[in-house]
């Protein structure tokens, strides 16, 4: 009976011993795609494939086509669709949310204890300025907000992933 108990107490002294072991390696890895993800942001060149977008008050829409934010030494560049109400807008204005330049008050914030980056700027178009923030997780997805002048705030999400044509 006690050759029982002891046997019993061991395996669960090893089973524990094999969870706290998974879940470190997690932590690891986590930390490991952290520090990638805010490689790639740091080194300016890189790209946020917008897959879903979420106007204010509305439901989320699927997206098929590939929309991004892109950076590229110093230069943000977008071409996203828009959803959502518009306070004002002229004649054959096509909606959406573009944009091409060097932004205002760029800032890049790592936070090592949630294993996030933010990034937030201003940025000036020849129809409206738009506040752009992006939050990302360690893996590169993440969640892209943007709020305008003329136009009601939106949120896209997607992923943060290498520089392509």
């Known amino acids: ?12 002294i090893i089973l524990s011993g094999c969870t706290g072991s998974a879940s470190l390696a997690k932590k690891e ?10 490689a790639l942001v740091e080194s300016g060149s890189y790209m946020f494939t917008v897959r879903s977008a979420s106007p204010s008050g509305g439901r989320t829409i ?6 991004a934010l892109k950076a590229l030494d110093g230069n943000y560049q977008a071409y996203l669709p828009y959803f959502g109400g518009a306070y004002s807008g002229a004649y054959g204005d096509s909606g959406g949310i573009e944009f091409n330049g060097v932004p205002e008050n ?50 896209y999400t997607g992923q943060a992933g290498e520089l392509r044509d």
């Open 29 to 38: 890895k986590a930390a490991a795609d952290f520090e990638q993800t805010a």
């Open 1 to 12: 009976m006690k050759a029982g108990i002891i046997s019993s107490i061991m395996v669960a």
């Open 62 to 67: 699927q997206l098929s086509s590939p929309y």
């Open 106 to 155: 760029l800032q890049i914030t790592r936070d090592s204890h949630k294993l996030s980056i933010s990034i937030s700027f201003r940025i000036k178009s020849e129809r409206d300025a738009y506040d752009v923030s992006l939050k990302l997780g360690s893996s590169g997805y993440g969640n892209l907000v943007i709020n305008s002048r003329k136009q009601q705030s939106i949120s």
